[in-house]
T-cell receptor
């Protein structure tokens, strides 16, 4: 299993600024993901955070807007850059272990409001 | 690619009512299937899972059976409680290893 600490838990930010969200895992994991959860609750995968290399972004998400770092197997950050009110959402960090029959683990989420 | 379809919410029930949340999937091969629950202000947590056809996952009174012939994994509970109010996500992990989630179904249970 894995325990994930994600912070901040919430923030209110001015438009045009940036926010960095941190995700710390209590064990080494291969696969780490960042999701966005819009009001209405569906999860959208932003990117896969790759250790030691550039993240793999899903369609509609770009590195300039959502730069991701993953310096080691237990830590990652997601930055939401040049924020607008449309970026108001919940951002979730998630990890999975290697085997396909194991579940995903989630951080408690970061609730971001852009004003 | 893989996909998960679950019924739209919200589902509104009275306490002690029977719950069914439908979930169907599309995937190649033999994926593992999961139900996650998200309580207000929290991240998702695993509710139950099944890793092969005809397996039944169960936890906290909830059950779901992996039906390969109908590609379904419906969530059921015989008697819901107010504390079950949450958002429920059906998901799968197949050959790509990246989980695929349904859109979530909100459950509201009234006393």
């Amino acid at each position: 299993s894995a325990v994930i600490s994600q912070k901040p838990s919430r923030d209110i930010c001015q438009r045009g600024t940036s926010l960095t969200i941190q995700c710390q895992v209590d064990s080494q994991v291969t696969m780490m993901f960042w999701y966005r959860q819009q009001p209405g609750q569906s999860l959208t995968l932003i990117a896969t955070a790759n250790q030691g290399s550039e993240a793999t972004y899903e369609s509609g998400f770009v590195i300039d807007k959502f730069p991701i770092s993953r310096p080691n197997l237990t830590f990652s950050t997601l930055t939401v850059s040049n924020m607008s009110p449309e970026d108001s959402s919940i951002y979730l960090c998630s990890v999975v272990m290697g085997r396909v029959n194991t579940e995903a683990f989630f951080g408690q989420g970061t609730r971001l409001t852009v004003v | 690619g893989d996909s998960v379809t679950q019924m739209e919410g919200p589902v509104t029930l009275s306490e002690e009512a029977f719950l069914t949340i439908n979930c169907t999937y599309t995937a190649t091969g033999y994926p593992s299937l999961f139900w996650y629950v998200q309580y207000p202000g929290e991240g998702l947590q695993l509710l139950l899972k099944a890793t092969k056809a005809d397996d039944k996952g169960s936890n906290k009174g909830f059950e779901a059976t992996y039906r390969k012939e109908t590609t379904s994994f419906h969530l059921e509970k015989g008697s819901v409680q107010v504390s079950d109010s949450a958002v429920y996500f059906c998901a799968l992990r197949g050959g790509s290893y990246i989980p695929t989630f349904g859109r979530g179904t909100s459950l509201i249970v009234h006393p």
